[in-house]
């Protein structure tokens, strides 16, 4: 994870999905974390990352044995790591990008038609607009000039 924002949803889903099925492997709070922190490896994400390291290494706890203050390692509860990943990466406004990416957005050469309106149908789901005319409006848009005549003048 690079700390693209408009990526965190979904990478935060796939990595608890991963955690989920390996509950074996993944049977503490801190190996969940470690995990998580360890695909965390570019851009701000990283940055990130290293602080949570350096902030979980440090810990301080008072030994109950000694009654002294001791550095203990303490990455604190899955829970707790994914509410501050959210705070973190997750988009400022999901339905903003959504309609800057729609305004923009063309089907690339060879990419197949599905896929264009899979991917445009996502954006207008983010976007939350259930105009079908407006729907229709961005999928022209996002299409090949030479698409859209063909489309429209095939009789």
């Given at each position: 994870f690079t700390g693209n924002r408009e990526l965190s949803k979904r990478w935060y889903l796939a990595t608890n999905a991963y955690l989920r099925v390996n509950p074996k492997i993944f049977d503490t709070n801190e190996k969940k974390v470690l995990y998580a922190l360890g695909l965390m490896t570019k851009g701000s994400a990283q940055c990130w990352a290293e602080?949570?390291?350096?902030?979980?290494?440090?810990?301080?706890?008072v030994s109950s044995v000694t009654g002294l203050a001791i550095t203990k390692a303490d990455y604190g509860k899955?829970?707790?790591?994914?509410?501050?990943?959210?705070?973190?990466?997750?988009?400022?406004?999901?339905?903003?990008?959504?309609?800057?990416?729609?305004?923009?957005w063309k089907m690339r050469s060879g990419t197949p038609a599905s896929t264009h309106i899979a991917t445009m149908n996502n954006y207008i789901s983010r976007a939350e607009i259930t105009d079908f005319e407006t729907k229709k409006t961005f999928l022209i848009q996002s299409l090949d000039n030479d698409l859209v005549t063909g489309l429209f003048n095939s009789g």
């Open positions: 602080d949570f390291y350096v902030a979980a290494e440090s810990a301080t706890v899955w829970e707790d790591f994914v509410t501050a990943f959210m705070q973190a990466f997750s988009p400022v406004d999901t339905k903003g990008a959504a309609m800057n990416k729609l305004s923009t």
